[in-house]
């Protein structure tokens, strides 16, 4: 391989890229950058104005002008960083999220048809020549934990997620088929019928895999969201994903005006309820039973949103 070879691919795939980018005015009213960093608000651990600067690549002025735009757009909202009162946070407001789910959504819709103008047979050779292009050019380094990105889930998700839940907890806890059922039956009625304003799902995904899953759901009592289905492949654990996607569930609950979050689990699940504890939920109850063809001590959990920092 030359420099020249590797030139010529950019220039292809910068076309290739460009096309996708501006077709039907994709990201309007925003600008391909604009909407890049609407991307890391909504999908990055790092939401600090000098992380933003630095993952980016982008002159300080710059994104200075671009959350000013924001802001007044109704889009993020600016307080000092928790970790160091110097710094910036940057987070999205509801409309922001709104925002950056619609761009995803026309970006997703413009790959989509961009693949199905690819052959069947074509596509896992596809999906492997970019799986090694990343891998050779990554020097072999070990995930990072800016590497995980949480997004919404895309048709099939909803379907891992059910899935990935049975196999799991059959493998770790010898669980049986009960609870997929009760999986299945979780994802069914999100599926069928849910408030996208007031419940939601979050995949976390490592180099285009699904490696962790939660969801915020509408609880039967007043003003109160629950947490469901929080997964963590074995193989990504250590990078920090349950805790982001906790976090994601309470930063949502929070902003939509939920008071409390509670969530039901079982006391084998040790390290969940290691995450949960990091967050500040307490636990409030909890009872024997018989479940899943195991004897469990199942547990209830709560978190007063008003109560604990943001």
Request: net charge neutral.
């Amino acid at each position: 391989m030359t420099v020249q070879d590797i030139r010529t691919f950019n220039r292809f795939y910068t076309n290739v890229i460009g096309a996708l980018d501006y077709s039907r005015q994709l990201y309007a009213p925003y600008t391909l950058t604009e909407s890049r960093v609407l991307y890391e608000l909504a999908h990055s651990p790092r939401t600090d104005a000098a992380d933003l600067r630095t993952e980016l690549t982008l002159d300080a002025g710059y994104l200075s002008r671009i959350l000013n735009k924001f802001e007044e757009d109704g889009l993020v909202e600016r307080t000092p960083s928790a970790r160091d009162p110097r710094r910036v946070r940057v987070t999205l407001t509801a409309r922001g999220r709104e925002t950056a789910a619609l761009l995803a959504e026309r970006a997703n819709e413009s790959v989509g048809a961009l693949l199905a103008s690819v052959p069947s047979a074509d596509r896992p050779r596809l999906s492997e020549a970019m799986r090694t292009v990343r891998e050779i050019l990554s020097d072999g380094r070990a995930p990072r934990r800016e590497d995980v990105v949480l997004r919404d889930p895309s048709p099939g998700d909803l379907g891992w997620i059910v899935q990935r839940n049975a196999a799991l907890y059959a493998s770790e806890f010898g669980w049986n088929a009960d609870y997929e059922g009760l999986v299945a039956r979780i994802v069914a009625d999100f599926a069928e019928d849910h408030d996208p304003h007031l419940e939601r799902v979050w995949i976390a995904e490592l180099e285009g895999r699904p490696v962790g899953c939660v969801m915020c759901v509408r609880d039967d009592a007043p003003a109160t969201a629950r947490l469901r289905l929080l997964l963590v492949e074995p193989d990504v654990r250590g990078l920090g994903i349950g805790d982001r996607l906790v976090r994601a569930v309470i930063d949502f609950a929070r902003g939509v005006g939920y008071r409390e979050l509670v969530l039901w689990t079982n006391d084998v699940l040790a390290s969940a309820r290691r995450v949960y504890q990091r967050h500040g939920f307490v636990l409030v109850g909890e009872k024997p039973h018989r479940s899943f063809g195991k004897d469990l001590n199942g547990q209830d959990w709560r978190l007063d949103l008003h109560g604990t920092p943001g």
